[in-house]
Each structure stands twice: as C-alpha cells, then as structure tokens.
C-alpha cells in the first residue's frame, strides 16, 4: 500500500495504527489525519524515536498493509 492509499484509508486505517503504536491518541490520529510528516513527528515525540527509525517503522508498517 502507497501512502496516497493509506491517506484515503485513514478512518479505516486508525485502529491497526493504535495497536501497533498504542501511545498515539485519538488526538494525535485526529491531527495526523493521514499526513506522513506528521505521523513521523508524532512517533518521535511520543516513542523518542530518531527520524530515520520513525521513518523505517512507518514504512514497515505500511509494506504490511499490502500483505494479505
């Protein structure tokens, strides 16, 4: 799944989101709203990630979504 995919998903997409990074709040999903530099800011402030990890995790996740 590209991230326009994930951008268009991202209602439905809100509940893997917070199982896989419980720490994010509803707030916090409110104000991503799909947005990938803000969900990368949002995984550094919340878990003290450094950008590239953040941005490695993020792009794990993502990968996953297209997997069956």
Excluded at 2 to 21: C, F, I, P
């Amino acid at each position: 799944m590209n991230w326009d995919q994930v951008k268009g998903s991202w209602k439905q997409l809100t509940g893997r989101v917070k199982q896989k990074w419980a720490k994010l709040t509803d707030d916090d999903l409110t104000m991503i709203a799909g947005k990938r530099d803000e969900f990368v800011g949002k995984l550094q402030e919340r878990y003290g990630l450094e950008k590239d990890k953040a941005e490695a995790q993020l792009d794990e996740f993502t990968r996953s979504l297209s997997k069956p």
